[in-house]
Each structure stands twice: as structure tokens, then as C-alpha cells.
């Protein structure tokens, strides 16, 4: 089992910048792939951005390359997620996620993942 928490959430202005971490405990955080998936208000849950377990390979959705950078630090058990230029359509509960998309190469899929945590919430005013 591995047990994921996300913090650092909270509310922004529009253009601010956003630093989550995901800490992760019961295993070694460097056997898994991790995610990072969004559920906005009367949305369904979406992909945001996604690291292998060594670091080398990140994935992005397209709408947040260039302003989202996921990173990890195995030897802290932890994954971030840094925020930049927020814009209101990026309010929403982000969840972090542990896996093995490496199997299929879908990183992007949230049946890729085993694990998750229980979200921390962004809100970013306009």
C-alpha cells in the first residue's frame, strides 16, 4: 500500500503561482510513476501532468505545458506540482497519484494508477 498527501493548496489571484506536494509513505516512492489529475467543478476528473519513477520522462496535458512543472524528490518520498500563471479555469481539487502506467504507456489514463490521495483544493480568483 502507499499513502499519498497532497498539500498546498489554497486561493490565488489570477497569475499567481502554486507549489503542490504530494508526500508519499508505505513504499518506495521509486518503484511508481506518479500523477497529477484535476476535477473542476462539475467536471470529470482530468490528467494534468505525470513523472516516471526514476524522473526522467515527464507528461503533460497540453494545456498546461509551459506553465505546470511536475518534479520529484525520491529521497523525500515526494512529488511536486509548480504553478505558474494560474488562470480561474484551473481551479479545481487536485489529486496526486501512484502507478505503473510504464506497463501500457498510458500515463495519461487515471486507470493507470493505483493509488491516490484525497485532493487538495485550488482556487484561483479572477
Known amino acids: 500500500q502507499v499513502q499519498l498527501v497532497e498539500t498546498g493548496g489554497g486561493l490565488v489571484q489570477a497569475g499567481g503561482s502554486l507549489r503542490l506536494s504530494c508526500a508519499a509513505s508505505?513504499?518506495?516512492?521509486?518503484?511508481?510513476?506518479m500523477g497529477w489529475f484535476r476535477r473542476a467543478p462539475g467536471k470529470e476528473r482530468e490528467f494534468v501532468a505525470a513523472?516516471?519513477?526514476?524522473?526522467?520522462?515527464?507528461f503533460y496535458a497540453n494545456s498546461m505545458k509551459g506553465r505546470f512543472t511536475i518534479s520529484r524528490d525520491n529521497a523525500k518520498n515526494t512529488v511536486y506540482l509548480q504553478m505558474n500563471s494560474l488562470k480561474p479555469e484551473d481551479t479545481a481539487v487536485y489529486y496526486c497519484?501512484?502507478?505503473?502506467?510504464?506497463?501500457?504507456?498510458?500515463?495519461?489514463?487515471?486507470?493507470?494508477?493505483?493509488?491516490w490521495g484525497q485532493g487538495t483544493q485550488v482556487t484561483v480568483s479572477s
Open positions: 497519484a501512484a502507478g505503473r502506467p510504464e506497463r501500457t504507456g498510458a500515463y495519461g489514463s487515471q486507470r493507470s494508477y493505483d493509488y
Open positions: 508505505g513504499r518506495t516512492l521509486s518503484n511508481y510513476a
Open positions: 513523472i516516471s519513477g526514476s524522473g526522467g520522462t515527464l
